[in-house]
Nanobody, 124 residues
Framework: QVHLEESGGGSVQAGGSLSLSCAASSPTNTRLCLGWFRQAPGKEREWVAYISSAYTAPYYARSVQGRFTISKDDANNSVALEMSSLQPEDTAMYYC?????????????????WGQGTQVTVSA
C-alpha cells in the first residue's frame, strides 16, 4: 500500500511559478514510478510528467516540456513538480500518482495509487 499526500499549488498570474510536492509513504525499498497528472473541469485527466525510481530520466508531456520539472527525493520518498511560465491553460487539479513498478506510463490506468489532488489556478 502506498499513501500519497500532495502539497503546494494555489493561484498565480500568467507567467508565474508554483511548486507541488508529493510525499509517498510506502514499504521500505519499494521501487516506485511517480507521476503527475492534471484534470481541468470538463476535461479528461491528462498526464503531465513521470519519473521512475529505476531510471533517472524524467519524461514530460509536450504541453509542459521546458516549463515544468519533475524531480524525486529518494531519501524522503517524495516527488516534486516545479512549474514555471504558467499559463491559464495550466489551470487544473493536479494529482500525484504512484505504481510499485520500475516502469512508468502515460496512462492513468497504469497507476495503482493516487493523491487527493491539489488545485492550481492561473489567471490571465
Amino acid at each position: 500500500q502506498v499513501h500519497l499526500e500532495e502539497s503546494g499549488g494555489g493561484s498565480v498570474q500568467a507567467g508565474g511559478s508554483l511548486s507541488l510536492s508529493c510525499a509517498a509513504s510506502s514499504p521500505t525499498n519499494t521501487r516506485l514510478c511517480l507521476g503527475w497528472f492534471r484534470q481541468a473541469p470538463g476535461k479528461e485527466r491528462e498526464w503531465v510528467a513521470y519519473i521512475s525510481s529505476a531510471y533517472t530520466a524524467p519524461y514530460y508531456a509536450r504541453s509542459v516540456q521546458g516549463r515544468f520539472t519533475i524531480s524525486k527525493d529518494d531519501a524522503n520518498n517524495s516527488v516534486a513538480l516545479e512549474m514555471s511560465s504558467l499559463q491559464p491553460e495550466d489551470t487544473a487539479m493536479y494529482y500525484c500518482a504512484a505504481d510499485p513498478s520500475e516502469g512508468c506510463s502515460r496512462q492513468s490506468s497504469y497507476y495503482s495509487f493516487w493523491g487527493q489532488g491539489t488545485q492550481v489556478t492561473v489567471s490571465a
